[in-house]
């Protein structure tokens, strides 16, 4: 009798951690009212993928020094604008000998060693990119930092209160979340409404890079946008 019941638990533990497996795959789908409504699958088959942390700290070192502008310049004394008469003889003064006033010391003139204009920029591949992309959602699912909101929210008023509030009941209000949009909106009533909520940022699926992903507390993700992304990657794999 013992022997049959130690058998039972352990064949309870095992379909237990098999329906585990199995959810960890789907992404909670929530609608207006603030409910799971569904279940959808994002880049399944790929949670498996063995993660490369070198790669990820690479595409975020050369995106943070892409985003360096290099424009701070300070003028020499030969960019200075100015006279370049001799300010006065060079005996019979009691001063110190001097050439045209865009000398250094003098206010007004030129500086020296400053800063001047610099490319920071870095390359990265596009492989690089999109496994580095796929690598930093892995990272966010396993975390069960992603969710997903349903079409339908798009289309809700355009007032912030509304955001607010539904971001309160799924206990999400104040992290700091990333809003995944579906491509080529223009200005809905959602994004209207969210635009204003302070750490709150708003990307379309076209434009999202892992930076963005991994520096995000959640991740939100609208139900078109996961089936973009699903396409994305099973296409690229097929053709690598």
Do not use: C
């Amino acid at each position: 009798m013992e022997k049959k019941e130690k058998t039972k638990k352990i064949t309870k533990s095992r379909s237990s951690t098999k329906l585990k497996k199995i959810n960890s795959f789907a992404v909670p789908v929530y609608g207006v009212d603030g409910e799971v409504k569904k279940q959808t699958a994002l880049l399944e088959g790929f949670l498996e993928t063995k993660i490369n942390p070198k790669l990820l700290a690479q595409y975020i070192r050369v995106y943070l020094a892409n985003q360096r502008q290099g424009t701070a310049s300070a003028k020499t004394r030969a960019e200075v604008s100015g006279s370049t008469r001799k300010i006065y003889r060079q005996k019979g003064t009691g001063k110190a000998r001097h050439g045209d006033i865009k000398a250094p010391i003098f206010v007004g003139g030129g500086v020296v060693g400053g800063p001047s204009m610099r490319d920071y920029s870095l390359k990265i591949n596009k492989k690089q990119k999109r496994k580095a992309l796929l690598y930093s959602l892995i990272l966010q699912l396993k975390e069960k930092n992603i969710l997903s909101f349903s079409s339908e929210i798009l289309n809700i008023e355009a007032k912030t209160k509304q955001v607010v509030n539904l971001l309160s009941k799924l206990g999400l209000f104040p992290m700091k979340i990333l809003f995944i949009l579906p491509k080529k909106l223009n200005k809905d009533n959602f994004t209207l409404a969210a635009r204003n909520i302070p750490k709150v940022n708003l990307v379309s699926v076209e434009n999202i890079n892992p930076y963005l992903i991994l520096a995000h507390k959640k991740i939100i993700i609208f139900e078109e946008a996961v089936d973009f992304l699903n396409k994305l990657f099973v296409k690229k794999d097929k053709n690598s």
